[in-house]
């Protein structure tokens, strides 16, 4: 991997400290917030706030995003899978990957990873003594990191087939951070019969610029986001044959029988999609 310039990890330093900065914004319990979580602060409460104040449906996207993590979570159980990688997990809130998993296979593994302290301190306090879950500090533009550390390899054996999930995490990765080498290295690591499941918020649909301006809300914020427009959107799924649907916005993925589509739903600002690697 490229050797990362001196300025990129003074950055990095930077915004690891920032997240324990009580007066900075922190998209997890931001995020927890938007979910109807207690683990936030008033400071992300009043962005969360400006946030929705520009796009008023942020709340709802949120828990369309979650809906959408439980019914795909449900799929790779289903299809086999029982060790999940859960890149950009936030704090622990209701539906939990592990929950989802064990509860059709009780022998499904996961490894939560984030940037943010806070999730690593928060997720160690509820999670620990859960047989097959663990929680580690990483950041996602740090792929080898990651797929070296030894807690992800005491329950993830990366010659079997795995499921990575980056759920609402590649649109805070800059362009410069290139989140499409980063999923690409990922693949690589995954043995053949393996999944990516990725949600990715867009402009594609934003006719009022209502999902722009609530995106550059999180300006202040631990991390910023970056609208990204469906063939970049695709594109992350190179080396991947998409599941059926394909990639749709959340709602369309595989609704659940008998649950009645939003009059919104093929226009939601967050796309989803599940690929299963090409062997
Ligand atoms: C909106 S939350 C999504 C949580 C969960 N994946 C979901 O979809 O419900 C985004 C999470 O991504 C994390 N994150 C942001 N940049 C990251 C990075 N470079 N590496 C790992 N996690 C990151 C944030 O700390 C935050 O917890």
Redesign the pocket.
Known sequence: MAEVPEKHRRADRERILDTVDPRTPN??RM?DYLLGGKDNYAVDREAVAEVVRRAPDTPYMARQ??AF?GRAVRFLAASGIRQFL??????PTQGNVHEIAQGVAPDSRVVY????PV?LTHGRALLAGRPGVAVIQ????RPEEILAAPELHGLIDLEQPVAV?M???LH??DDVDDPHGIVARFRDAMAPGSYLTV?HVTGDFDTDGRVREAAAAYESA??QITLRGRADVLRLFDGFELVDPGLTTLALWRPDPGESLPPDADRQWCYAGVGRKID
């Open positions: 998209v997890p995020y995003n979650r993590l859960d890149i950009g997990s936030g704090l990873v984030d940037v943010d999730v990483g950041d996602a533009r999930l759920l609402a995490v805070f990765i949600t631990t991390s």
